[in-house]
């Protein structure tokens, strides 16, 4: 069937009607009409898939990514990085008025990103071939290179290509401004090729549930400004580096100074260590005892001594006197007994760091009832996808 496309949602897709039906096709873009067929139907929506453009928008352009089409990776290869950035600001305006009712003067101009080559970090899936799952499967797409990673992952992935992986499931890529990791998630029976032994820092293999160190010290060292950060095969470390350093700037800006920080959902103590500098005294709290561990390590690589990490959950300690809470939460947001906690330690400011847009909307209505929002900057850590960091500042009314 014909369809027009009216406008994009929040995963980049573009929105036709169909009998008065909401239809999600994807690589389409606002006022473009196309030949579709509809893939998926349920009483509200439908999803479609494009058999072939009718009439092309301006503002399309043309993917530099061959396997765009089939991928699961990237979900906006088709506009210019220009109008993606546009996108996704008004995306947050939208969707902040609709569960907040704050006002669109209040989102600030969005801060950009490296359009390709940003992620540090790439899991290739290994099925007979190498490469990344096809969307919406578990097939695996044949990739030779990826554009969103550094290029030293696209080097290793050149020689996975000549490898032997039988018994080799997943192949996990990390790399820093200096050093490089690989781990081979694999069974027994695997097979290593020897030249990764001089083209990588640290070299792993996970079987039976445990990791074997073939090479280097277990764990690669990245830096964020003037901090150092320890990363192991399971840490959790913001996959774009560049923009992890834009992110923990805007907080520390918006954070100012602190007596006692408390920073919620620390993970491996990222943005706390960061902001140890503008504080007298900074705690963490994580609920995963790894996180925890990582953190420590984080502390101690550092010589910092004015913060402390509390293995626990994020509504569930006993801390008080605090005057700033930075937050970054998993995409669900902040758990109900988190919310209410921090509403009951009454802090003066609050800085609120979020993934996901929606569920910052949902938060941010209860929380401005006690705050004032002051000001949100969306940060863009994801080019080519629907993806989109917000800092939002919050002081007591």
């Not at 169909?18 to 009409?33: A, K, Q, R, S, Y």
């Not at 099925?127 to 990739?143: A, E, L, Q, R």
């Amino acid at each position: 069937m014909e369809v027009k496309i009216e406008k994009l949602d929040h995963q980049g897709r573009g929105i036709a009607f169909v009998g008065g039906v909401i239809t999600f096709i994807p690589n389409t873009l606002i006022d473009e009409t196309a030949d579709i067929r509809i893939v998926k139907r349920s009483k509200k929506v439908n999803e479609g898939q494009v058999i072939s453009l009718l009439t092309k928008s301006p503002k399309r352009v043309e993917s530099k990514c061959k396997y765009y089409s089939v991928c699961g990776g990237c979900d906006l290869m088709h506009i210019s990085y220009e109008d993606e950035l546009v996108y996704k600001e008004e995306k947050v305006k939208e969707v902040l008025a609709r569960f907040a009712n704050v006002d669109s003067s209040l989102v600030k101009s969005i801060v950009p990103n490296s359009e390709y080559n940003y992620r540090n970090k790439a899991t290739f899936q290994v099925k007979k071939n190498v490469g990344f799952y096809k969307k919406d499967t578990n097939d695996v797409v044949n990739i030779t290179k990826c554009l969103i990673v550094d290029n030293r992952i696209n080097e290793l992935l050149e020689i996975f290509k000549t490898m032997d992986i039988t018994n080799i499931y997943q192949i996990l890529v990390r790399v820093s401004k200096k050093e490089t990791m690989v781990v081979f998630k694999a069974d027994e029976g695997y097979k290593i090729n020897e030249s990764l032994f001089k083209n990588v820092d640290c070299l792993m293999v996970y079987v039976d549930k445990k990791y074997k160190n073939l090479k280097g010290s277990g764990y690669i060292t990245e830096e964020i400004g003037a901090y150092k950060f320890m990363i192991s095969p399971d840490s959790f470390f913001q996959v774009n580096t560049a923009g992890a350093y834009n992110l923990y700037s805007k907080v520390k800006e918006y954070v100012g100074s602190a007596d006692t920080l408390l920073d919620l959902y620390c993970g491996t103590g990222s943005i706390g260590i960061f902001l140890s500098d503008i504080s007298k005294k900074v705690i963490g709290v994580e609920i995963n005892e790894y996180a925890v561990a990582d953190a420590n390590r984080n502390k101690d690589l550092n010589k910092i001594n004015n913060i402390e990490f509390i293995c626990s959950d994020a509504g569930n300690i006993n801390v008080s006197n605090v005057d700033v809470v930075v937050v970054d939460p998993p995409r669900s947001g902040l758990l109900k007994d988190a919310l209410e906690y921090i509403i009951k330690l009454n802090p003066n400011k609050i800085v609120y760091v979020s993934c996901d847009p929606v569920t910052l909307g949902r938060d941010l209505k209860v929380l401005s009832e006690n705050y004032n929002i002051l000001e949100i900057t969306p940060v863009d850590m994801f080019s080519k996808t629907s993806h989109i960091e917000n800092v939002c500042k919050l002081v007591r009314k």
